[in-house]
């Protein structure tokens, strides 16, 4: 069956980086588009980040532009998300997805990760 499996997550200062990582089992890896998601406490999800089949093609969520990279490396069915200039309302879960949809909607994904802790310390 289907598996995302993200890792990267930790407790970092503002200010900090961290990269998660989220690797595909079962899934072929390369026919999807693949997104970021995050959920603080309280809060609903919202979408982070896309990245198309080859990665030739990505979006943001506004405020993460300048800050967050995405991208995805087919050979090891692995997507990244470098995270930058880290601020406490950056701290929540945060989850991968593929689906065969575009953009930072939930609807357009279909196999979810069970995602990874960001926690940023002011």
């Known amino acids: 069956q289907v598996q995302l499996v993200e890792s990267g997550g930790g407790l970092v200062q503002a200010g900090g980086s961290l990269r998660l990582s989220c690797t595909a089992f079962?899934?072929?890896?390369?026919?999807?588009?693949m997104a970021w998601f995050r959920q603080a406490p309280g809060k609903e999800r919202e979408g982070v980040s896309c990245i198309s089949q080859t990665g030739s093609s990505t979006c943001y969520a506004d405020s993460m532009k300048g800050r967050f990279t995405v991208s995805r490396d087919n050979a090891k069915a692995t997507l990244y998300l470098q995270m930058n200039s880290l601020k406490p309302e950056d701290t929540a879960r945060y989850y991968c997805a593929a689906g065969p949809g575009w953009g930072i909607s939930e609807s357009g994904y279909k196999y979810w990760g069970q995602g990874t802790q960001v926690t940023v310390s002011s």
């Open positions: 079962g899934l072929g890896f390369d026919y999807y588009t």
